[in-house]
Structure formats: structure tokens, C-alpha cells
């Protein structure tokens, strides 16, 4: 910097790269929820279910990347894994079944029924988040 010059004034934080990457994640995650209301009212069947089980694991990566903007792709795709294994192997339990029950909102959240396939569709769903946030890092 030269005597006499100024430095130039800084990037104020709700215009920076991590607000950008958070109306992404925001954007992204209300895409997310309108596909899988989307095959819901379209498909039945295993396809949806699939499909549902690796919407749900975008959802919860696209939501780590709004709260953890500078995550890099692996923590959130990882992030999302086990939150969604981890509701998958408490249905073993009988707790999101009574929770179910009683919450809308917890049977979307938490299911009901342990069915071991659902592992694999949400490992598809983090490689899916961990491609994207790859993509958008990229960009940064």
C-alpha cells in the first residue's frame, strides 16, 4: 500500500463467499424437499422409497451447509451419512415408532421400520451431497 492510499473497504460478511454458499444451501435445500414431495405425488413403490431415503440425506447436507458454510464436501457428505444411518439404526428401537405415532413431523423425520437397504440409498444421497458441495467449492 502506498503513503496517502486507503485500504479498500471489506467485503461485508452477507455479501461474502460464506452467505453465498448459505443461499445456495438454502436453495438447494428447498429444492430438495419440492423433489421429494415431487416423486411422492408421482411414484410409489421401492422407487420412492429410494429415492426418498437419498433426498433425505441431501436434505440433511444441504441444511449442514447452511449452518457449516465453509464445510468442506467430505464433512458434510459424512455429516449427512451418519445423522441418517443413525435415525435408520434407532428405528432397531422402538422409540421413533412411539414418536411416530404421535408427530407427523417425527415420522418424517424419524421413520418407523428399520429396513437395511436404506443404508445403501442414503450413502447415494451423501455421494450425491459430496459431488455438489465438490462442484460449489469449486466456485468459491
Do not use: H
Not at 47 to 60: E, F
Amino acid at each position: 500500500m502506498t503513503p496517502g492510499r486507503t485500504a479498500p473497504p471489506a467485503t461485508p460478511a452477507w455479501r461474502g463467499p460464506a452467505a453465498r454458499t448459505r443461499v445456495a444451501a438454502a436453495v438447494a435445500a428447498a429444492l430438495t424437499v419440492a423433489a421429494g414431495l415431487g416423486v411422492r405425488a408421482l411414484a410409489d413403490g421401492e422407487p420412492a422409497k429410494a429415492a426418498g431415503d437419498a433426498l433425505y440425506t441431501v436434505l440433511v447436507g444441504a441444511l449442514t451447509v447452511l449452518a457449516a458454510p465453509r464445510a468442506r464436501a467430505a464433512t458434510a457428505a459424512g455429516l449427512a451419512l451418519a445423522f441418517s444411518w443413525t435415525v435408520e439404526f434407532l428405528q432397531l428401537t422402538d422409540v421413533p415408532a412411539d414418536l411416530s405415532r404421535r408427530s407427523t413431523a417425527a415420522r418424517l423425520i424419524l421413520g418407523s421400520n428399520f429396513n437395511p437397504p436404506d443404508l445403501l440409498w442414503y450413502a447415494v444421497g451423501a455421494a450425491a451431497v459430496w459431488a455438489a458441495r465438490s462442484a460449489w467449492r469449486g466456485r468459491e
